[in-house]
């Protein structure tokens, strides 16, 4: 029962590349969330995307960053031009419908470091 | 966005106690209020959880309080034991409202003593 895959585990980037972060949700799941944890922070939510579609990124920043969870395969947060601040935590989540069973699973995480 | 403030930051409890875990919030729309347990360099995992219809829910050594009319709820972890130590995150969400994102709180660093 695999649960929800994050890759890389650990990013390093120099300031100004560009990072892109991977999420195959758990099996069965077609909903996946993007949340962003800063040291000593709780997790901030950033998007929700169902596949193909975006249907809430009222977290994510304006520039710079992008998601997407397409037909097939995984779902990719992008982060063009890197800045040190990026540097964090990056979780996704999945879940299998919303209403009443609303649990979010959460993979394992990616650490970003832009230096 | 809304916020949920959680406290203490840090906690620390001897093996066998009571620990409590206490949070607010301002939103009266949240319904859904989980509480999940983060070890370093893993993600959160989900404990327990409750919506606001109940008071309280038990799950073995895990209790949420929810008192609706002061917009707080906290998680007891009776018999704390070593292997509880860990960071917890109290969070909520407006599933009736159709938002599914979870507003969490800051942490609070638990450790359990020997």
Redesign the interface.
């Known amino acids: 029962n695999a649960g929800v895959m994050q890759n890389p585990r650990h990013l390093v980037r120099r300031r100004g590349q560009e990072a892109r972060l991977r999420c195959s949700p758990m099996k069965g799941h077609s909903h996946v969330y993007w949340y962003r944890q800063l040291p000593e922070e709780g997790l901030k939510f950033m998007v929700y995307l169902q596949k193909e579609n975006i249907i809430d990124e009222s977290g994510m920043p304006k520039e710079r960053f992008s998601a997407e969870f397409p037909k097939e395969g995984p779902s990719i947060l992008r982060i063009q031009q890197v800045v040190r601040g990026d540097s964090a935590a990056y979780f996704c989540a999945s879940s299998h419908m919303t209403g009443v069973n609303t649990e979010a699973f959460f993979g394992q995480g990616t650490r970003l470091t832009v230096v | ?1 809304q916020q949920v403030k ?1 406290s203490p930051q840090s906690l620390i409890v001897q093996k066998g106690g009571i620990s409590i875990i206490n949070c607010a919030y301002e939103n009266t729309a949240f319904d ?1 209020f ?1 509480w ?1 347990q983060q070890f370093p ?6 404990l327990i ?1 409750i919506r606001p219809d109940v008071s309280e829910k038990k799950e073995g050594r895990f209790t949420i309080s929810f008192n609706k009319s002061a917009k707080q709820f906290s998680l007891h972890i009776m018999d704390s034991q070593p292997g509880d130590s860990a960071t917890y ?1 109290c969070a909520a ?1 407006m ?1 009736g409202a ?10 609070t660093k638990l450790s359990v003593i020997p």
């Open positions: 966005q959680q859904y989980p999940y360099g893993k993600g959160p995992a989900l959880a995150f969400s599933t159709g938002s599914y994102q979870l507003t969490f709180g800051k942490g």
